[in-house]
Each structure stands twice: as C-alpha cells, then as structure tokens.
C-alpha cells in the first residue's frame, strides 16, 4: 500500500510538473506573439530575439587572468607593514617562472 501511494505521489508532483512547464510555454508564445502583432500593427521589422555569443569571449577571460595585476589597496597596506615596498617590478612578458638575476658586473 505504501508502494502505491508513493508511486502515485511522484505521478502527481511529475503532472504538476508538467503543467507548469507547459504554463510556462504557453506565456513565452504569447508574448512572442504579442511582439509580434504590435510590430506588425506599428509598421515595425519584427526583431528576433537573440543573444549575442562571441566565442573568443573565454579566450580572452583566461589571457586577461594570465596578465600581472596592478597591486590593490589591502596589498599595498599589507606591504607597509611588512616594512617592504609596495611596488612590484613587472616581469617581462611570457617569462614567470624565473626570476630576474642581477647582473655580475664582468
């Protein structure tokens, strides 16, 4: 009996479910068409809705993260009290892994 009752409270919760993504639908095609009649009705080109997507969008996220970054605020307090100063030599670009030597004076 337990079995049954359970199986019958999924059923339901899946209908409710699928009545409101089918709720959902049913706004979105009417307001499409709304947009669509009041184009039609105003002598406007209907405009589609799009999003806009440029795929080098990532590529430039990750080289942005790559770059050395000013110092912020709580960094250059940070160095203060340290007694170090806060300005940071930036290193020649495509070279992080080795740090600068100073010269021998041969």
């Avoid at 089918?22 to 068409?33: E, F, N, P, S």
């Amino acid at each position: 009996m337990v079995n049954f009752l359970v199986r019958l409270i999924l059923f339901l919760f899946g209908l409710v479910f699928a009545a409101s993504l089918a709720v959902a639908l049913l706004l979105l095609a009417m307001v499409w068409g709304l947009r669509y009649a009041w184009a039609r009705l105003t002598g406007q080109p209907v405009q589609p809705w799009v999003m806009r997507f440029d795929p080098r969008g990532g590529f430039d996220r990750f080289r942005a993260a790559g770059r050395p970054r000013e110092p912020s605020a709580a960094d250059v307090a940070s160095a203060r009290a340290r007694g170090h100063s806060p300005v940071r030599l930036r290193e020649p670009d495509g070279v992080t892994d080795v740090p600068v030597k100073p010269d021998r004076g041969d």
